[in-house]
T-cell receptor
């Protein structure tokens, strides 16, 4: 079993829909990251959080430490949100353990 | 300022060839990480440097993989006698922090990656 599990693996949505991507982890962590990866490989950090909730524009990330679960929400989705969204967790020394990613496609 | 850069962006190697992949982290970033991302998978940790010290190389898949950061800035990942299973995107990331945690210094900034194809 992977230490970081994401669901769903693939997600297709219509423009304007509310989107949720889930992440569960089984190890002790110091922080959890949500990353966005576009075709071509570039990875951008969206959020880094260790408790509660963070919001940036149309993106919201939440984490429940007791349940070892995090969610990434996208409100009013747009085709430009189409990308792979990756959940990753920090171990104590700093290296990241990644989920396999969720491929999101938003149709106009 | 400039972000993390990697070169080459694409590399095609014949099986058995040696390759060297370069990472230029953000100036002043203490920590540097190498990750390997196979097609359709999430990245996986290879190795970690704090300045010039390689503190963790537990993710290197075999002794054909070697990484260095001799002056605590630029890092090189070398793969000897490449095999087809080495085909992947190799990602480099850097951060200002020196340990895990949720402080701003532990945000990792990623380079664009080097796509290695071994024929």
């Amino acid at each position: 079993k992977n230490e970081v599990e994401q669901s769903p693996q693939n997600l297709t949505a219509q423009e304007g829909e509310f989107i949720t991507i889930n992440c569960s982890y089984s190890v002790g962590i110091s922080a959890l990251h949500w990353l966005q990866q576009h075709p071509g490989g570039g990875i951008v950090s969206l959020f880094m959080l260790s408790s509660g909730k963070k919001k940036h524009g149309r993106l919201i990330a939440t984490i429940n430490i007791q349940e070892k679960h995090s969610s990434l929400h996208i409100t009013a989705s747009h085709p430009r949100d189409s990308a792979v969204y990756i959940c990753a967790v920090n171990r104590s020394q700093g290296n990241l353990i990644f989920g396999k990613g969720t491929k999101l496609s938003v149709k106009p | 300022g400039a972000g993390v850069s990697q070169s080459p962006r694409y590399k095609v190697a014949k099986r058995g060839q040696d390759v060297a992949l370069r990472c230029d982290p953000i100036s002043g970033h203490v920590s540097l990480f190498w990750y390997q991302q196979a097609l359709g998978q999430g990245p996986e940790f290879l190795t970690y440097f704090q300045n010039e010290a390689q503190l963790d190389k537990s993710g290197l898949p075999s002794d054909r993989f070697f990484a260095e950061r001799p002056e605590g800035s630029v890092s090189t990942l070398k793969i000897q006698r490449t095999q087809q299973e080495d085909s992947a995107v190799y990602l480099c990331a850097s951060s200002t922090g020196t340990s895990g945690g949720s402080g701003p210094g532990n945000e990792q900034f990623f380079g664009p990656g080097t796509r290695l194809t071994v024929l």
